[in-house]
């Protein structure tokens, strides 16, 4: 073999990085069970908030030392084996659309005192009743206003041509909760998009009906606040020019002369004649300015030294900056202009800059804004900046960030990062006019009312094209570009509820889903030495080296692991093993023509190379157009997938290749072997003619899917809160409960409808959700759910139920919240999944119509896909009706692509096998050709399918009732992928050709 030291290399260096960015992955582990024995309580329940506490205080601690070079924990994180929300768990976040700003933003801001009072009395009552926020506005409104008209609000400009002064209130609340309505939908996709961006795998985010919130669920959140700022700011990207602090001298100095003035006041009513101390009953306006004078002389200092070295200030300005009376207001002078502060100030001054009588000093078309970020100096103190803005009338600015079309994080030219955003046509068109006509000004960038950037402008730019520098992390320019890229929300949000809550699956399916599947991988490995001898060891190695390059890969590219993704893996190893079993099975019928053994392994990896080729080309094909149009969990099957193929095509073609190589040079001396005496002849000169069983096999896979198809239009299928949404619950028991063990309980008493629990807050916390009932609005369905809720928990942990929780005791459960939630896929997501699927069968049919020139052949594999996920889906509807009650959930939808998956790797062997039989024997008919080749295949078909199955029959017998499902689909569907392959896909060729021939004939 050529370049035997080149793969021996290559191995080696992705060895050593799998093994340092795992290195991380079990470091991290360490650290989290440290916080989880510390978040304990005396009862042995685990206090979430206080196990993220634990982790938050060593988030910049060092903890891991590898090789003199220090990590901290943070570093850790940055670098471990992500995990999804499915398996580890994450941060919930229940946000609340303003519907107060919406209605405001509706009435032009109309400062009516009437208007102002209802929507007050509105938010008071929102938290203690259950109508919406529009009809609670109303009812108020009607009450402060009785013989008011809301079109005496709301008609105006921007409502032209919907609302008019003779509109009636039924009409303008139509509008009202129209505009409302739309605003929640529209933060809701804003807020997916900004999650998707943000990095995480497979987050949750549904709408809960009638209040106008927005729950979320992020996977393995290590920094809470980032989240937070991710999901509240606005991302009202504003463009505004910076006034020079001569254009506001006189409104600085009269701003001053008060503040002064005020002091002197304080002091002689505070402090007395006697000079005594601050008393205890001065006012809070007096206390800040009394705390504001007791800087003065050092904040004065300061002024001064820096009031030298500006050239813009006016005498006005420097002459008070001289004043012993000088409060910090206004006293620090930046070069450029602008103002500096301490941060320790910055809450005072806002006091001080937000009254009425000192905004009336300034112009009205300016504004007072911070800089988002303080600079810290070599003392460690911190200073922040004010700028004063122009704005246009109403307060607009020159351009806002509905223009940017595209953000993405970049470096600065002094290699710092930054954010390098692009404009639409009529943004770059704006900004050209705009940086044109203010040369040698300085222009605000400014995002939810904080500048992040105000370069002087040295030119015009005309392309629409702009980098925002402001000192930022890596992080904070990522986000930043993602938030200016996903869009600005159309209302402010704010958090009402946060709480760190457990995997979907729990501890204990976690457990039996991995030893289940590495109970099976060790049956796979003992029968691969047994069927193949060392040939098997061989493949074994490789295999190995398949799950450690993938997992090793995931945690270098920072992806997570999921559910889904574990799908992907399952069909990897699959891929893997029948590479080596192609490559065998040639090497084996070399030996029985008598090829000597070099020759024999030269002519096995020759031979199989092309149908591997086909097989992961395919299969990657579907990655890449998963991963391209997908979302949520396709998306995470997607990454896993491709990554798999790429690791087993290279561990089975190559790594193999280089130690069969090393094992075999001795020729035939060599005491290598690729089969044993139990599998010697097994499968040799089969002459099943398969063919003539094609019509048997139309009529037998078309009764299986009509069934399904009666069944599923009858019965429906068991469709789970990922697909319809429900009711959620909070639980909170006197002790921990097992989430997996409450669900089997639930399920039962919610007559087998789709379940969720998982932990909330603290192992005695569930948080409950299902979709019994979920077509039902009305109070009675509610009470009728509840009552279901607490009548199977009461079974199945023998508790008692209270209502109150401030009186629960030892043995009992209270319900501490509930709410509706809507579906986890949305409609966009089923959409995308759809489309992926549409274009990923187009892919493979252009692929095999240009691989064997055929067209017969694409139209073979896609309908034998198609016919896999029909029969998949009818074994789903006739389980249902047998009793066996599988839940379609999100997890479902990786099932079915990795069946997809499996099935057209299985198709294209028997294809490739076909090709080459057609080259040989060209004067046999086809159908003594398709029969041959089918022949020829069937025992690397039967081991590739056999050692598969074995890791799935096991996961399903043992891998516990949570997981029953996701392995029953991937049973059925390799079963039928590997059926199809024989019974479906060659036969329609044969039957496309037979009719092509007649067409040619006639």
């Known amino acids: 073999m050529k370049n035997k030291g080149f793969i021996v290399f290559l191995t080696s260096i992705i060895t050593l990085l799998c093994v340092y960015y795992l290195s991380f992955t079990f470091v991290s582990n360490g650290i989290k069970e440290d916080a989880t024995e510390y978040a304990k309580d005396e009862s042995g329940n685990i206090v979430f908030a206080k196990r993220q506490f634990y982790l938050d205080s060593v988030y910049n601690e060092p903890v891991y030392n590898l090789l003199g070079i220090e990590f901290t924990y943070k570093e850790v994180q940055d670098m471990e084996l992500n995990l999804g929300l499915d398996l580890q768990g994450g941060m919930h976040v229940t946000l609340e659309v303003s519907p107060v700003d919406i209605i405001k933003g509706l009435s032009g801001n109309n400062e009516d005192a009437g208007f102002t009072k209802a929507l007050e009395l509105a938010q008071e009552r929102q938290s203690k009743s259950q109508k919406t926020f529009v009809d609670l506005f109303y009812d108020a409104f009607k009450e402060v206003n009785p013989d008011k008209k809301l079109s005496s609000i709301f008609a105006n400009a921007a409502n032209r041509g919907k609302i008019g002064f003779d509109t009636e209130d039924s009409e303008v609340l139509r509008v009202i909760r129209t505009e409302v309505d739309g605003a929640i939908d529209r933060s809701f996709n804003i807020l997916r998009t900004r999650i998707d961006r943000f990095g995480t795998s497979q987050p949750n985010i549904q709408k809960l009906e009638n209040t106008g919130r927005i729950q979320i669920e992020i996977p393995g959140v290590d920094n809470p606040e980032r989240v937070k700022k991710l999901l509240q700011g606005v991302a009202k990207l504003e463009f505004l020019q910076v006034i020079a602090i001569n254009e506001v001298g006189d409104a600085l100095s009269q701003a001053n002369e008060i503040i002064v003035a005020e002091q002197k006041a304080a002091k002689k009513t505070i402090q007395g004649e006697t000079g005594d101390s601050l008393s205890t009953d001065a006012s809070t306006e007096n206390q800040d300015i009394a705390s504001l004078l007791k800087e003065e002389d050092e904040t004065t200092a300061e002024a001064d030294s820096l009031g030298a070295e500006s050239d813009s200030a006016t005498a006005s300005l420097d002459s008070l900056e001289q004043s012993q009376e000088v409060s910090p207001l206004f006293s620090l002078i930046k070069m450029r202009g602008g103002l500096i502060y301490s941060v320790e100030d910055t809450a005072k001054i806002n006091k001080i800059i937000q009254r009425e009588d000192i905004k009336s000093l300034f112009p009205r078309n300016t504004r007072l804004i911070w800089d988002v970020k303080a600079n810290k100096l070599d003392d460690g103190s911190e200073l922040l900046e004010l700028y004063v803005v122009r704005t246009l009338r109403n307060d607009q600015a020159m351009l806002t960030g509905e223009v940017i079309n595209d953000a993405r994080q970049t470096f600065d030219q002094s290699g710092q990062p930054a954010v390098d955003m692009s404009m639409d046509a009529e943004g770059a068109r704006k900004w050209s006019k705009i940086t044109r006509e203010n040369i040698g000004n300085r222009i605000a960038i400014v995002l939810d009312n904080y500048v992040y950037s105000a370069p002087v402008v040295n030119s015009e730019i005309p392309n629409g094209k702009s980098i925002i520098e402001g000192n930022f992390t890596m992080e904070e320019a990522k986000d930043l570009a993602n938030i200016l890229k996903a869009g600005s929300l159309p209302a402010p949000t704010r958090i009402v509820e946060e709480a760190i809550i457990g995997p979907t699956l729990g501890k204990e399916s976690q457990s039996q889903g991995i030893l289940s599947i590495v109970a099976g991988l060790a049956m796979v490995v003992i029968f691969m030495v047994a069927y193949y001898a060392k040939g098997g060891l061989v493949a074994n190695i490789a295999l190995v080296f398949n799950i450690f390059f993938i997992l090793g890969i995931l945690a270098q590219l920072n992806a997570a692991l999921t559910l889904p993704g574990i799908a992907g893996i399952v069909l990897t190893i699959g891929m893997s093993i029948d590479a080596n079993v192609l490559i065998f099975e040639r090497i084996r019928e070399e030996r029985r023509g008598g090829t000597p053994l070099l020759k024999a392994i030269s002519a096995g990896y020759d031979k199989a190379y092309s149908s591997i080729v086909d097989a992961n080309v395919t299969t990657f094909l579907i990655g890449a157009i998963l991963y391209w149009l997908g979302q949520g ?218 691989r064997f020139r055929r067209w017969q052949f694409g139209l073979g594999a896609v309908v034998a896909l198609f016919h896999d996920t029909l029969v998949v889906l009818s074994a789903f509807a006739i389980a249902k009706a047998l009793g066996f009650n599988f839940e379609i959930d999100q ?112």
Do not use: H
């Open 633 to 850: 969990p396709v998306k995470g099957f997607a990454i896993t997938l491709m990554i798999g193929i790429a690791c087993s095509f290279f561990s089975a073609v190559f790594i193999t290749r280089v130690i069969v190589s090393w094992m075999s040079k001795r020729g035939d001396d060599s005491k290598i072997s690729f089969s044993t005496p139990f599998s010697k002849n097994l499968f040799n000169d089969l002459s099943i003619n398969f063919m003539t069983k094609r019509k048997m096999a139309y009529i037998g896979s078309g009764i299986v899917i009509v069934i399904g198809l009666v069944l599923m239009t009858i019965n429906g299928l068991n469709m789970g809160v990922d697909f319809t949404g429900g009711r959620s619950y909070v639980v909170r028991f006197s002790e921990s409960v097992q989430p997996t063990d409450l669900k089997l309980a639930l399920e039962s008493s919610f007559e087998n409808k789709g379940t969720e629990v998982k932990t909330f807050g603290a192992n005695n916390i569930l948080k409950v959700t299902t979709s019994y009932l979920v077509e039902e609005e009305s109070s009675e369905a509610d009470d009728i759910v509840q009552t279901k809720l607490v009548d199977g928990i009461t079974a199945a942990t023998g508790m008692t139920y209270v209502a109150d929780e401030s009186r629960m005791a030892g043995n009992e459960f209270t319900i501490s919240g509930s709410s509706k939630v809507g579906a986890t896929i949305a409609d966009d997501i089923k959409n995308a999944s759809q489309e992926s699927v549409i274009f990923s069968l187009i892919a493979i049919f252009l692929y095999i119509l240009i």
């Open 891 to 1002: 997890v479902f939808i990786a099932a079915i692509l990795t069946v997809i998956g499996y099935s057209i790797n299985d198709t294209v062997v028997v294809f490739d096998r076909i090709r080459e039989t057609l080259g040989i024997t060209s004067k046999a008919s086809n159908e003594e050709t398709f029969n041959k080749a089918i022949n020829d295949t069937v025992s690397r078909t039967i081991m590739t399918s056999m050692t598969t199955l074995v890791v799935i029959l096991v996961l399903f017998l043992f891998g516990g009732e949570v997981l029953r499902g996701f392995s029953f689909a991937l049973l059925v569907g390799i079963l039928v992928g590997t059926y199809s392959s024989i019974f479906i896909a060659t036969p329609i060729v044969l039957d496309l050709a037979k009719r092509k021939k007649k067409a040619v004939e006639a």
